[in-house]
T-cell receptor, first 115, second 113 residues
Framework: DVKVTQSSRYLVKRTGEKVFLECVQDMDHENMFWYRQDPGLGLRLIYFSYDVKMKEKGDIPEGYSVSREKKERFSLILESASTNQTSMYLC??????????????FGPGTRLTVL | QQQVKQSPQSLIVQKGGIPIINCAYENTAFDYFPWYQQFPGKGPALLIAIRPDVSEKKEGRFTISFNKSAKQFSLHIMDSQPGDSATYFCAASFNNQGGKLIFGQGTELSVKP
């Protein structure tokens, strides 16, 4: 059974803090993704990674960075949190083989509030 | 060109009704169109998917209708149940995008008993 876990379900931070969101998958997937989910805007891709130490910008990378030091772990970093980064953050993973036709498996999400 | 537009944003139906959620796209290179279902407090999960070489796909009570010429696709839920209440996302991709998906804006469906 595929499992994608995220380090926190709820997080409250202050403006200017450095924030780390962690994601771990147990299915040996090559690809990992970070999205943010906002009402009326759907899921927007922040960053993704095809392999260890590989990363590519998604549609809204500004204000975020990522780290992938191990295949199973993908971290999202908010260098200096701002109130407009209050959102639900979702991590997902899938196999590279088969390209787009591979199902993405999502974690339960982290609800981040920046005060 | 990379957008997928989804409507309506929210939908309320009575039990047994047939909610229909619509999506439209511009990029004719898209060749994979999945629908994801998200329950409150959970991450989205794949519900059903279609490729543009077929016009319809059914899985249980869920049907995707695909209109390639109109660049539109839709999700129909037959005999809807309160347990179908969730947020539904359409998405699109093409194979050399390396597994990336472009999601629609989401539809919050409520099925009343």
């Amino acid at each position: 059974d595929v499992k994608v876990t995220q380090s926190s379900r709820y997080l409250v931070k202050r403006t200017g803090e450095k924030v780390f969101l962690e994601c771990v998958q147990d299915m040996d997937h090559e690809n990992m993704f970070w999205y943010r989910q906002d009402p009326g805007l759907g899921l927007r891709l922040i960053y993704f990674s095809y392999d260890v130490k590989m990363k590519e910008k998604g549609d809204i990378p500004e204000g975020y960075s990522v780290s992938r030091e191990k295949k199973e772990r993908f971290s999202l970093i908010l260098e200096s949190a701002s109130t407009n980064q209050t959102s639900m953050y979702l991590c997902a993973s899938n196999h590279r083989a088969g390209g787009a036709y591979n199902e993405q498996f999502f974690g339960p999400g982290t609800r981040l509030t920046v005060l | 060109q990379q957008q997928v537009k989804q409507s309506p944003q929210s939908l309320i139906v009575q039990k047994g009704g047939i909610p229909i959620i619509n999506c439209a796209y511009e990029n004719t290179a898209f060749d994979y169109f999945p629908w994801y279902q998200q329950f409150p407090g959970k991450g989205p999960a794949l519900l059903i998917a279609i490729r543009p070489d077929v016009s319809e796909k059914k899985e249980g009570r869920f049907t995707i209708s695909f209109n390639k010429s109109a660049k539109q696709f839709s999700l129909h839920i037959m005999d809807s149940q309160p347990g179908d209440s969730a947020t539904y996302f359409c998405a699109a991709s093409f194979n050399n995008q390396g597994g990336k998906l472009i999601f629609g804006q989401g539809t919050e469906l409520s099925v009343k008993p």
